[in-house]
């Protein structure tokens, strides 16, 4: 899409995670131990499968995958953690849906709450039923072509496929993710990151750059807290609002 990204908050998001590996290695397990709950095996739970490409993906250590694991099958001792989507408005209009994994519901919410009122934004209903949980594979340009990557992904199940910015982005069915990706892998087609996310029905151009980086200040402080795995917004940035905060 010329002259905008959607991927705008998620690049942000990726740089600053980037330089907090330690948070993004707790996050990512506390996501493997709830879904190993359903079971142990990658090859049975393709929930698992993806989450497990994840963590490789971020270079997670083969030790910390398999203690969540263990953790969420019961092997080991761990959290009781149940998933909480929240919902809500920030600057601009542009809507925000959290995911958090928490042992204290009370907790997680109080936070979020005042996160959000913080920098403009607040908890609201309405919001989750324009996003759909979908699954979502990017592929490095370069790495294979469109009509092969097309020809593969499609027959395994995929949705879509689109390019953005440097990349081919798959979309799939949330439970047709780990399918995708091992046929991916079969043909010899390296895949960047896969993942199931909350993917908005549309997005919101934002050409104003008080909005768009007050939006991504948000974002980064709500990934800070350690209950929140997620930040997903209908934010699409326009080109050189983006290359204008990314100088700041």
Do not use: C
């Not at 740089?15 to 493997?32: H, L, M, T």
């Not at 929930?47 to 080991?76: C, F, H, S, W, Y």
């Amino acid at each position: 899409m010329s002259g905008h990204s959607k991927w705008a908050n998620i690049k942000h998001k990726k740089a600053a995670a980037d330089a907090k590996k330690g948070n993004v290695f707790s996050k990512i397990a506390r996501e493997i131990m709830v879904a190993a709950r359903s079971g142990g095996d990658p090859g049975a739970n393709l929930t698992l499968r993806a989450l497990i490409q994840k963590a490789r993906g971020v270079n997670m250590p083969a030790e910390n995958i398999d203690r969540a694991i263990k953790k969420g099958t019961g092997e080991l001792a761990g959290e009781a953690l149940e998933e909480r989507m929240y919902e809500g408005f920030g600057p601009g209009g542009i809507q925000i849906v959290v995911q958090a994994l928490t042992d204290n519901n009370n907790r997680t919410t109080a936070e979020i709450r005042m996160v959000l009122s913080k920098n403009g934004a607040n908890l609201a209903q309405g919001v989750l039923r324009n996003f759909r949980r979908k699954g979502q594979i990017s592929v490095a340009i370069g790495k294979t072509t469109e009509d092969r990557l097309m020809e593969v992904a499609l027959e395994a199940g995929a949705e879509d496929i689109a390019q953005e910015d440097s990349l081919f982005v798959v979309t799939t069915d949330s439970a047709a993710v780990g399918a995708v990706v091992e046929a991916l892998q079969k043909a010899g087609i390296e895949t960047e990151n896969s993942e199931v996310a909350m993917i908005p029905d549309s997005y919101m151009l934002i050409t104003n750059r008080v909005v768009a980086s007050a939006v991504m200040r948000i974002v980064d402080a709500l990934d800070d807290l350690d209950d929140v795995q997620n930040v997903y917004t209908n934010m699409d940035v326009d080109e050189s609002v983006l290359a204008a905060l990314t100088q700041e």
